[in-house]
């Protein structure tokens, strides 16, 4: 089993940012990926960004290039940077982990950004 600790979000006004962070624990080995999805009330859960245990990275086009994704190989942990942020980017975060066979889902943060 792997487990999913998540913080780093909030409340901030357009054009702040802040940072997710995401450890996972317990059986952690072999190839794996990392990263979040939101889901805005009333909304699909959809891909944030990606980043594989090999720092291969995927994002959603509808940034436009504001979020920013890496990885701590050594402390199990992602993190994604966001700047700029805009109301339209208001949801729970989910962080998201798939290993070799499972994946696992953080019990989400909020993430709120007024205008």
């Known amino acids: 089993q792997v487990q999913l600790v998540e913080s780093g979000g909030g409340l901030v006004q357009a054009g702040g940012s802040l940072r997710l962070s995401c450890a996972a624990s317990?059986?952690?080995?072999?190839?794996?990926?990392m990263g979040w999805y939101r889901q805005a009330p009333g909304k699909q859960r959809d891909l944030v960004a990606t980043?594989?245990?090999?720092?291969?990275?995927k994002y959603a086009d509808y940034l436009k290039g504001r979020f920013t994704i890496s990885r701590d190989n050594a402390k199990n942990t992602a993190y994604l940077q966001m700047n700029s942020l805009k109301p339209e980017d208001t949801a729970v975060y989910y962080c998201?982990?798939?290993?070799?066979?499972?994946?696992?889902w953080g019990q989400g943060t909020q993430v709120t950004v007024s205008s």
């Open positions: 317990g059986s952690i080995f072999g190839a794996n990926v």
């Open positions: 998201y982990f798939h290993g070799m066979a499972h994946e696992y």
């Open positions: 980043i594989t245990s090999g720092s291969r990275t």
